[in-house]
Each structure stands twice: as C-alpha cells, then as structure tokens.
C-alpha cells in the first residue's frame, strides 16, 4: 500500500474514533510500574478483566519492592482470572525482583531495556513506553492490530514484529501512537474477528477485504 493511501486511512479513522478528550489508554493506570504489570496482565485476556484486578493487586504491592518480594500463590490468587496466572504471576514478579536489582526501582524507558524483562515483548514494550512515557518507539501489534492491518492491505505478514515494520514504514513517526488505539478501536467496532461490519465501515473504499469479497 502507498504510504498516501494510509495515511488517508488514519485520517478517516482518527476523525472516526478520536477527540481532544479521548483517552487512549484502554487500561487504568496510574504510574509507569502498574501500566508495565498490567500490559503483561493483558496477554489473552480482555483489558477490563486487568482493570477488575488492579486495585486489589496494587493496594497490596504498590510497587516492585513490594512485588518482589511477594508469594507466588498470594499473587496467583489475586490475578487468577486473568487467565494464564501461574506463569502471569511468575513474570510479574520476577520483573519487579529485575525493577529493583538492575533498574533502581524504576521502569525502564528503552525497548532494548523493557524486553529483558521476562512477560515483556515488543507489544508490551511499545504499549508501557507509549502510554507512560509518551516515547513512541514502534507500533504495538495485538490481534485487533494484526486482524484489521491485514484485512485493509496495510501488510501481508501475519508475524507481529514484521506487522510492525510494515506499519512503521507506511505511517508518520507523530501517528505511531495512536495506531494502536485506531486499529483496535475499530476492530471491536466494525472489523470483527467473526463477521466484519462492512457497510458500517468508514474506510471500506480503501480496503483489501472488502474490496475482494465484492468484487
């Protein structure tokens, strides 16, 4: 796709799904630490199942001295419902023990940095620098990102790391930000997993799938 082509896509979506007040943080956060636990929380689970559990996980461990320092059990039973929580637990804790140990207590605010912490990939990573640092190193590619860039033509990769590369080249470093909330936004709105709403669809007239599924 011409990067003109996309860059019409995000303008057609940003006057869709974007005000002077939105909020583009779907999880509720108040610090860099709770948005770094959170988006490892987030993995296969839905980003209201995370905020459900942040006041009872932070109240006890408001931060990674406190977390490191937690019992495996105490914290699975806390987040169990966000699925996944032994190995949740296992990561959230171990990265507040690297928090303390390496990093002076403090989120770090590089990629090359974040991903050394066990739970975080680049999604992660691009989502906590994003959100609590303003700094856009890259495109955050969740399944709402990868479902609904493939279905427009913004890239023919399944691989996330290469999604994001794709995205990257076709959009300006200013728009990386919001691509995320974009992409998502309108993969809960109209372009479903199951069945995409296309005749509600503001971009249709640019998109591969709709394109080919009417032609």
């Known amino acids: 796709m011409q990067r003109e082509k996309a860059c019409r896509i995000y303008s057609i979506l940003a006057a869709e799904y974007l005000d002077e007040d939105t909020n583009l943080n779907f999880l509720d956060f ?20 995370v905020n459900s559990v942040k006041d009872d996980l932070f109240s006890k ?3 990674p001295a406190a977390l490191s320092q937690a019992k495996q059990e105490d914290v699975e039973t806390i987040i169990k419902k966000t699925g996944f929580f032994r190995a949740k637990a296992k990561n959230i804790i171990e990265s507040s023990k690297i928090l303390c140990s390496d ?7 590089t990629m090359e940095e974040l991903v050394t912490l066990p739970g975080v990939g680049r999604k992660t990573a691009n989502i906590v620098l994003n959100h ?24 023919d990769n399944t691989d996330p790391v ?3 590369m794709d995205l990257t080249a076709l959009f300006p470093k200013d728009a990386w930000g919001k691509m995320n909330y974009l992409l998502i936004s309108h993969g ?10 296309c005749e509600r669809c503001v ?11 009417n032609s």
């Open 203 to 213: 971009i249709k007239d640019f998109c591969r799938y709709f394109r080919e599924q």
């Open 132 to 155: 609590a640092f303003g700094i856009d190193e890259g495109i955050a590619v969740d399944t709402h990102v990868k479902r609904v860039s493939w279905r427009i033509g913004l890239t």
């Open 103 to 109: 990093f002076g207590g403090e989120v770090p605010r």
């Open 30 to 49: 108040d610090n860099p630490f709770q948005i770094l636990v959170m988006t490892i929380l987030s993995a296969q689970t839905t980003d209201n199942m």
């Open 188 to 197: 809960r709105a109209i372009c479903t997993a199951r069945k995409p709403d």
């Open 162 to 164: 290469k999604i994001e």
């Open 61 to 63: 461990y408001p931060d």
